[in-house]
């Protein structure tokens, strides 16, 4: 009698994955202003922090494309639980043995971006290649553990920072590295298939000169970049923008960008049946692009705050959602198809966090004017959502 391959270890496995991606995306950003204080970094080079994690997190997709398949998945995505862990550590120490402090943090932010870059390339494929029905739902089910990763951290931290002091912080440096230390050893244990066999996948230059993809690849570009701005910089805004305590940077800002991100793609998980994802996207889109303004141009705090907050709303299907476009589309895609995705989703959350603190820095520290041009981010993927439509509607009338 053959053994039946127990798939739920493996979706619990990619839970904790993206848990981990969040501790690697979120930890830092909370740390800031810490940083500034502590080593006395500017804040044009703290900005420099999520640009070298996202531009790290590319280069380590577009290397996924070649060598994920030769390796394996299961090596790839064991490594990518060690590489998280081993930088989260050496984030609390290399600070203090580099004669750069800075440094050494870039040095530590690299090695948790490798890991958490093979999360990315790796874990919705492995989910997509397993046999489980809706697969849309069950990828933004998926997702939607990034943002319950994120608040996550953030809750600990704030209740961690409030009991022990914010100077305590290479304390929970050490606890949360050991999330995906634990994770590693149910990657090596799980199920894990092909998502296409050799020789059946599409290729790196069939997929780029396929105009569909290219359409998708700026979505997602604008996805990442819509995402990842709030979530770099929403603490900091909340807390010198607005001008409220750490405390309530956190929980108001961060908190609730990712608590209600959670919440859309857990709904969308669970009724995506019944819904049409290009107009759910769009929908989200508009009212992203309305978040961002409210957030950047709003004179009353409390407004700010909706904006910070309910932009996670809008923006928590675009990242699943255009996985599940694209998957849709290019149904023999295989491991490039992800890694490109990835890739393009990195892309725009380096350059966006980026270029919101330069920005910032140029006119006097304001963040709100820095968040004010990253709008052009969700307004162009409202466009890209557009010009995807009307295109499916045309050839819906030619046949």
């Known amino acids: 009698m053959v053994k039946q391959k127990n798939y739920k270890k493996t979706l619990i496995a990619c839970y904790l994955g993206f848990v981990t991606q969040a501790i690697s995306s979120n930890f830092t950003p909370l740390l800031f202003l810490t940083f500034s204080r502590t080593y006395g970094i500017t804040l044009d080079k703290i900005a420099i922090i999520p640009f070298v994690f996202y531009f790290t997190q590319l280069l380590t997709d577009l290397a996924a494309t070649k060598f994920a398949d030769k390796i394996g998945y299961r090596t790839c995505v064991v490594s990518s639980q060690v590489l998280s862990s081993v930088g989260l550590i050496l984030m609390a120490v290399l600070p203090e043995i580099f004669p750069s402090p800075f440094i050494g943090i870039l040095f530590s932010v690299v090695l948790y971006a490798i890991g958490s870059g093979l999360v990315e390339v790796l874990v919705s494929p492995i989910v997509e290649a397993c046999p489980f029905e809706n697969k849309e739902g069950v990828m933004s089910t998926l997702h939607s553990f990034f943002c319950w990763g994120s608040m996550g951290v953030i809750l600990v931290s704030t209740f961690f920072f409030t ?33 296409v066999e050799d020789g059946e996948g599409m290729g790196i230059k069939k997929l780029l000169k396929t105009p569909v993809f ?34 309530v940077g956190d929980l108001a800002g961060a908190c609730l960008f990712a608590m209600f991100m959670g919440i859309a793609r857990m709904t969308y998980g669970k009724f995506s049946e019944k819904m049409d994802l290009t107009k759910t996207m769009l929908g989200c889109g508009v009212v992203c692009v309305g978040c961002y303004l409210l957030a950047s141009l709003s004179t009353l705090p409390i407004l700010g705050l909706a904006g910070c907050a309910l932009c996670g709303l809008a923006v928590g299907i675009m990242w699943p959602g255009t996985i599940s476009i694209s998957s849709q589309k290019c149904p023999r895609g295989g491991t490039a198809m992800f890694a490109f995705l990835a890739l393009a989703g990195d892309f725009g959350a380096a350059v966006s966090p980026t270029m919101v603190g330069s920005i910032s820095e140029a006119v006097g520290g304001n963040l709100k004017t820095g968040l004010l041009v990253a709008t052009a981010f969700p307004a162009i993927l409202v466009c890209g959502l557009l010009i995807l439509k009307l295109s499916v509607n045309k050839t819906k009338k030619e046949h």
């Open 163 to 195: 009991v022990f002091g914010i100077e305590n912080w290479k304390i929970l440096t050490f606890i949360l590295a050991m999330v995906p230390l634990y994770n590693a050893f149910n990657f090596i244990s799980c199920p894990i298939e092909k998502l």
């Open 214 to 247: 290219l359409l998708v690849i700026v979505l997602m570009v604008c996805a990442g970049a819509s995402e990842a701005t709030m979530t770099q910089w929403a603490s900091a805004f909340t807390e010198s923008a607005i001008g409220v305590s750490k405390t």
